[in-house]
């Protein structure tokens, strides 16, 4: 008798156990798409957010983690939501790209999104997928190493998210919808932000200056994301350094510098140690643009680093400005991309593929298509346009490319996505030949293997325009080779990639007039959209597909699709 009481009790106390793991590892989260009001630079709109808040809401995880999301949207227009950096193993039903793994959320109608973390560690966010709502529509994900696991860097004094974004004073519909209308340039942004707020350098912002308050000799982990639409970012704190300790959701080798780069897309988590003098100091960042012939926007944004004063006295003198690069400083840019270097220790290993199975080299261009009478605002009366392998990627429009693979829908997307540039030129020759500058369009998928070992070089062009690209890869993480300038040899190159512990990324720079090498296994199987993170250049058409198909075994194929999508 007292045996099954006994029996009966560590029942239930494994059933408490069992419950409070799954309370413990699954949250559930509520976005509402609303339009709300904000004032910035004097002048007052309304912009689409969620749950009211600019920046958005944190989302928190620990690794190996799922969450649930029930976005719903309120707004005037269609919506999507992405997961940037999470991998969602066979599960790209909740990836968010527009078109791509689902059609978008209607206003006044909801979705629940199912989000499953499994390698990611550290910062990553969300962010809008449809249009150019994510000028307005993003905030940062956190994941925490698991349960009883620790950093491999001395725990922090306290955390904080550095997001840096850009702000129009138009309504930023009315500046996509009239470039996407007119075929010329988007108008450049009024201001780069962070966290939201402009900073002391803008009219009519000083007041609402973000401000970190901080104590003496501490470490803190700033968790930096890019949000900005179009601009490729310097960041630098006055005489303080920063610890890079990790990149995109993985660990790096620490390396401590005075400024960083930090392209659309990516992450960084870094120290910075309070070691300084009592006092304020700017955090920084202004554009780094390569490219002569492209606008944009070249103010720059601050925020306050301000030691808490035991005297409780007002500090005399104004904050002091942080070196940044200047603006077309390439050098300075790749110098510290080039720094990064996975940590690859015994607690967090990696392993580079090293025998490749495929090869794809895609060209990554800005083009122009002609435009009747000359009428556009593009070059020469053109639309501008841009492409990958000479392919202007077109969106559907009756259904996404996910459910049109996983339910045989034809006439949706066509396979065979080219694995070597359909035209052979110099492609970072100077004065190409404008007949070059027109490409294909076509709704272009490349298909792969499941588990096929793949290397993948981006290579730039300088039609056009030649300038930097931030290329992400939804569905995985990849580690970046090699780099260079110039054109790719496929001979020599290759002698030079780093194969012992390259970073470990899901958004990587190319440079520009240059090339990037990345690797990755097909693992993760699905519809995964790869893409450059410049918001103009998705618009353009910089964009492809990549369906990884089915393994043999069960853990290796697609998960069904959830009851209810968002219809088109």
């Not at 409070?20 to 910035?40: D, G, I, M, P, W």
């Not at 994900?141 to 974004?165: C, D, M, N, T, W």
């Not at 100077?430 to 294909?440: A, N």
């Not at 070992?453 to 890869?473: S, Y």
């Amino acid at each position: 008798m007292l045996s099954g009481k006994r029996n009966t009790a560590l029942q239930i106390l494994s059933l408490l156990l069992l419950f409070l793991h799954c309370q413990a590892s699954s949250h559930n989260y509520h976005f509402v798409v609303k339009e709300a009001t904000y004032t910035r630079l004097c002048s007052t709109k309304e912009i689409l957010t969620v749950n009211g808040k600019f920046p958005g809401p944190v989302l928190q995880a620990h690794k190996g983690d799922t969450i649930y999301v029930n976005v719903q949207n309120n707004g005037r227009y269609n919506i999507t939501v992405h997961w940037h950096g999470v991998k969602q193993p066979r599960y790209p039903w909740s990836d968010g790209p527009e078109y791509i793994t689902q059609c978008p959320i209607q206003p006044g109608h909801k979705f629940k999104q199912k989000i499953i973390f499994s390698e990611e560690e550290g910062t990553i966010w969300w962010h809008a997928h449809s249009d150019w709502s994510r000028a307005t529509v993003y905030g940062a994900i956190i994941v925490y190493p698991k349960r009883g696991a620790s950093y491999p860097f001395p725990q922090p004094h306290e955390e904080v998210p550095i997001i840096l974004g850009q702000w129009w004073k138009r309504d930023i519909m009315e500046v996509f919808e009239e470039f996407v209308r007119t075929g010329g340039e988007p108008n450049v942004s009024d201001a780069h932000t962070i966290n939201g707020q402009p900073g002391d350098l803008y009219p009519c912002s000083k007041s609402e200056t973000f401000k970190f308050f901080v104590d003496e000799n501490k470490a803190y982990l700033l968790r930096i994301i890019n949000a900005a639409m179009n601009s490729i970012l310097f960041f630098s704190i006055a005489n303080h350094s920063l610890t890079v300790v990790g990149a995109d959701g993985t660990y790096t080798k620490p390396v401590t510098r005075d400024y960083i780069t930090i392209s659309p897309g990516q992450t960084l988590d870094a120290l910075l140690l309070t070691n300084q003098q009592v006092g304020q100091y700017y955090m920084a960042a202004r554009a780094y643009s390569s490219s002569p012939a492209v606008a944009f926007d070249n103010t720059t944004t601050t925020a306050i680093v301000q030691y808490n004063n035991r005297n409780a006295t007002p500090f005399s003198s104004p904050p002091i400005l942080p070196y940044l690069p200047y603006y077309n400083d390439t050098n300075a840019a790749f110098n510290f991309f080039d720094s990064l270097r996975s940590l690859a220790n015994e607690d967090h290993p990696i392993d580079v593929p090293k025998n490749i199975t495929t090869r794809l080299i895609s060209t990554v261009s800005v083009n122009t298509f002609p435009c009747p009478n000359n009428s556009c605002e593009g070059p020469n009366g053109t639309r501008l346009a841009a492409s990958m392998n000479n392919i202007s990627f077109m969106d559907p429009t009756t259904t996404d490319i996910l459910e049109a693979y996983y339910y045989h829908i034809s006439g949706v997307f066509r396979e065979g996505f080219p694995d070597f540039p359909p035209l052979v030129y110099n492609f970072t020759g100077e004065d190409l030949p404008l007949i070059l500058q027109t490409p294909k369009r076509g709704t272009m998928v490349k298909v792969f293997d499941y588990g096929s070992i793949v290397e993948c070089v981006f290579q730039g062009t300088n039609l056009v325009a030649g300038i930097d690209h931030p290329m992400h890869l939804h569905g995985f993480s990849f580690y970046i080779v090699g780099r260079g300038f110039g054109n790719f040899d496929q001979d020599k190159d290759p002698l030079n990639y780093n194969l012992l512990d390259p970073p470990h990324r899901n958004t990587v720079t190319v440079p520009i007039s240059g090339w990037t090498a990345i690797r990755f296994k097909a693992n993760n199987p699905g519809v995964w959209f790869l893409h450059c993170h410049l918001e103009r250049h998705v618009t353009w058409g910089m964009n492809t597909v990549f369906i990884v198909k089915n393994g043999k075994h069960n853990k290796e194929k697609l998960l069904p699709a959830p009851q209810e999508m968002p219809p088109c």
